[in-house]
């Protein structure tokens, strides 16, 4: 087990090194000089000249990615343009809220998609199974903002019951766990929870009906297993998948939905990812999408130990 | 005589779905308590299907059930819910062709076995891992306490069957029914299985149904043999009688075909052609088709059921010759 552990680390490292490359060479990828945004158009050639050799930028790409990681490592990652403050304290801003309506939305996504899944998986054919499945690909299928907005337009303009955009009463105050805030959270967190939903059920429906479909199943009723005994067996035959596709499900809405959070105005990851591109700010974009990159392999790396843990049949091949 | 094990008459099984298939087509057996019958046939000759409607395994909505099957005078045929859940594993268990398929492979034998336990004996999960622990040890598993927390896949093939075996006599079932348990395995392992299952059935005093498609197989463990052929019982009689005094031309047919006792550089003999499609239930003679003592009357009629003694049926116009029919 401690082997599996330490070879999968040891796999994640070349992906978060190729990942870092790729963020650091965003900004060289990007038209102009990262300078050009900061100084002034009319600055002199001398005065770009030694901004150059202050921002390191006058040194050779690899020893510029070597002192970026450096300073990345120690949690710099450098200063907003457009704010002026730390990218460093922006995300991390960012990130809890959008981890939260993750988390939420994944939640409710999978409670549901699993519910769904099964309910269609174990009456495969029937009419249950074809009023679940439609269920699960309306809502892969439909647009979530255009659903953000229908719900808006419910719960928040007809019925008044719903608070439509921001993270708190009153603009960007400090979250706190009351009813003021937490109604924020709803609708997002709903409309969001739609997309693990749908591919939740549609992966658990799959899965159950093959499970249904093995020869262990008709040795499981020989032995005289009633159906709730059968149903155990069918659950913990079908979670290590299942449990995977939430993990990555989280990972995808971790990233945050540009989508979504701008309908909603909610300050998390996908907001700022939006701002930054909008704004040009570079330290800014390049800051998030490392995080959110790293984020995702961090995520798989979960659901691959989480995984191992459950199947036994992972751990040992 | 006293109440067989077994009772199952002019039992008839059809599959209905894209289309329809008459599997099984008036069997009729009987089986008394430590006995051991074993149903020879090729693939799709319904002995399996028969097996099964023991355990009523097969999937109820598209399966239809006719005739009589009784087990200990239990009508298999009425049960439903608990009392078939009951029935199952806990008075008819079954192993099954291959164990690599039929074992869950995310749980483990100790947690399987414990399980039929628990859910037949009402114990503790506790007791009923002592009781896979026995069961496993009576099996002759190498080091049972750790296959006890061992998964399918970390096991070997024939490992894997004991295993099952294991599984199958936990809560000392009345009847055992194996379906081909030796066929996915190593020739040398299949033996050593034979044996333990022999030893076990006279040790607990069980029936055993053996469906095979090997007459080596039937040979070794059976004390009595039914032949199937196209969801019929074409011949059936004591291990003896069968073998040494073959009634039906597919018997025959069987028994010159098989490898042991064949000469070198000897052709064997097949049978020629396949077995009919049982799109439709037969109304002559399925094997009329393939059969070398052929008579016009085998293509018009069903042939009767030949009693030739006590437990010795023929089912065949030439048998009728030789007696009067049952």
Same mark, same amino acid.
């Given at each position: ?92 801003? &960012? ?18 998609? %699993? ?25 892969? %299928? ?29 603009? %960007? ?68 998948? &299942? ?21 909603? %105005? ?52 | ?228 052929? *196209? ?31 064949? *000469? ?63």
């Amino acid at each position: 087990m401690l082997k599996y552990l330490g070879a999968r680390l040891l796999y994640t490292l070349p992906v978060a090194v190729g990942v870092s490359i790729v963020c650091f060479m965003l900004v060289h990828i990007a038209p102009g000089d990262p300078l050009t945004s900061v100084l002034p158009p009319d600055a002199s050639a001398q005065l770009q000249q030694e901004m150059r050799v202050i921002y390191g930028f006058d040194k050779p790409l690899p020893v510029q990615y070597g002192m970026w990681l450096l300073k990345t490592l120690q949690g710099d990652l450098g200063t907003s343009i457009a704010t002026g403050r730390p990218v460093a304290a922006e995300l991390g801003r &960012a990130l809890s809220n959008t981890l939260m309506l993750a988390a939420l939305a994944t939640f409710i996504g999978f409670a549901f998609g %699993s519910l769904f899944g099964f309910v269609a998986g174990y009456f495969r054919d029937t009419w249950i199974d074809k009023a679940a499945s439609l269920v699960s690909i309306i809502g892969v %299928s439909v647009p979530h903002y255009w659903l953000g907005m229908v719900l808006v337009i419910i719960f928040s303009v007809q019925l008044n019951l719903l608070p439509a955009t921001g993270a708190g009463p009153g603009g %960007s105050g400090e979250w706190r766990w009351d009813w003021a805030h937490i109604q924020h959270l709803i609708l997002p967190a709903v409309t969001m929870s739609v997309i693990p939903m749908g591919i939740v059920a549609r992966t658990v429906r799959a899965l159950v009906a093959d499970i249904l479909s093995q020869e262990f199943v008709t040795g499981l009723r020989a032995k005289g297993l009633l159906d709730f005994g059968v149903f155990r067996h069918v659950v913990k035959n079908a979670a290590p998948t &299942a449990l995977a596709v939430m993990g990555l499900q989280l990972g995808y809405l971790l990233g945050g939905s540009i989508l979504i959070e701008t309908v909603f %105005s909610w300050p998390g990851t996908g907001f700022l990812l939006g701002q930054a591109i909008f704004q040009r700010d570079l330290p800014l974009l390049q800051g998030t999408i490392l995080v959110l990159a790293m984020i995702f392999v961090a995520l798989n790396l979960m659901v691959d130990i989480v995984q191992s843990l459950i199947d036994p049949r992972v751990q040992r091949s | 005589m006293t109440q067989p094990l077994v009772d199952v008459r002019d039992l008839f099984v059809t599959f209905h779905g894209e289309r329809t298939v008459h599997a099984v087509n008036g069997v009729s057996l009987t089986l008394q308590a430590g006995e051991t019958l074993s149903i020879l046939g090729e693939s799709g000759s319904g002995k399996s299907v028969t097996l099964k409607t023991l355990l009523r395994l097969l999937p109820e909505k598209r399966t239809r059930i006719e005739g009589g099957v009784r087990v200990r005078g239990v009508d298999v045929t009425t049960l439903s819910g608990r009392s078939l859940a009951d029935h199952r594993g806990g008075v008819v268990s079954m192993i099954f062709q291959d164990p690599m398929l039929a074992l869950d492979p995310v749980y483990t034998i100790g947690e399987q076995i414990a399980e039929a336990v628990m859910r037949h004996e009402g114990v503790s999960r506790a007791a009923g891992r002592v009781r896979a622990l026995e069961a496993l040890t009576r099996v002759r598993i190498p080091s049972p306490e750790r296959r006890l927390n061992a998964y399918p896949h970390e096991m070997s093939g024939g490992m894997r069957q004991r295993a099952m075996i294991a599984l199958a006599i936990a809560c000392r079932p009345k009847l055992l029914l194996a379906d081909e348990p030796t066929t996915a395995l190593d020739a040398t392992v299949q033996i050593q299985i034979l044996l333990l299952l022999r030893e076990l059935q006279q040790e607990f005093g069980m029936g055993m149904i053996f469906v095979t498609h090997d007459i080596g197989v039937a040979v070794e463990v059976s004390d009595r043999i039914a032949v199937m052929y *196209a969801g019929q019982i074409v011949e059936t009689g004591s291990l003896r009688e069968v073998i040494s005094a073959p009634q039906h031309p597919y018997t025959r047919g069987l028994l010159a075909a098989n490898l042991h006792g064949a *000469a070198k550089g000897e052709r064997l003999s097949a049978i020629p052609g396949a077995p009919p499609a049982l799109n439709e239930a037969p109304t002559a003679c399925p094997f009329a088709p393939r059969c070398p003592s052929k008579i016009d009357v085998c293509e018009r009629i069903l042939p009767p059921v030949v009693r030739l003694g006590p437990e010795r049926y023929v089912r065949c116009v030439h048998a009728a010759a030789v007696a009067s029919p049952a």
